[in-house]
């Protein structure tokens, strides 16, 4: 089997720390690093298209409502201040990639609508992203990455229910 950079990490801790349980450390390890190595592509993703993280969060979060909300969702949604998302949102608008428009449901309300440009800019963004977790995946066949994440589901329920057995 190929080796990865971890395995050079493990290599030089296992002799100083012998109770380290490798399968741990390297799970762990190689988690962080592949996590690191998504996080510098979508950046660099985000400098292709000309994008700032946050607008690609605003865009992101606006997408997965169907390119039409409210801009207190929008706010719940980043975990922001909704004084914080009208900044975002004028600096998106600017530039052609929102629009607020009265609600259709509730005349005291605006929503904030994707425009073509602002779709087109989010969708270059995720396509190149997607196309590097596609690749780095692609080293699995398709009942590995199912299983792989069955694995890391479980993984994650249990990250996510604290010492107690309480959802966090």
């Known amino acids: 089997m190929e080796r990865d950079w971890t395995d050079g990490h493990l290599a030089r801790w296992l002799p100083l720390m012998p109770d380290l349980d490798p399968d741990v450390e390297g799970a762990i390890t190689r988690a962080g690093e592949l996590t690191r190595h998504l996080r510098r592509v979508r950046e660099q993703a985000l400098v292709d298209v000309e994008?700032?993280?946050f607008e690609y969060d605003t865009l992101h979060k606006l997408a997965g409502r169907g390119g039409r909300a409210a801009p207190s969702e929008l706010a719940s949604d980043l975990g922001l201040a909704p004084a914080s998302v009208t900044g975002r949102l004028d600096g998106?608008?600017?530039?052609?990639?929102?629009?607020?428009?009265p609600s259709r449901t509730d005349r005291r309300r605006v929503d904030v609508?994707?425009?073509e440009a602002g779709r087109a800019i989010w969708r270059k963004a995720m396509d190149r992203?997607?196309?590097?977790?596609h690749r780095v995946l692609g080293a699995l066949d398709a009942k590995e990455r199912r299983q792989l994440s069955d694995l890391l589901r479980r993984v994650m329920v249990a990250a996510e229910t604290g010492p107690a057995g309480r959802r966090l």
């Open 92 to 101: 998106l608008e600017r530039r052609g990639l929102v629009v607020r428009t």
């Open 113 to 115: 609508e994707l425009t």
């Open 129 to 133: 992203l997607g196309g590097e977790e």
């Open 51 to 53: 994008l700032e993280r």
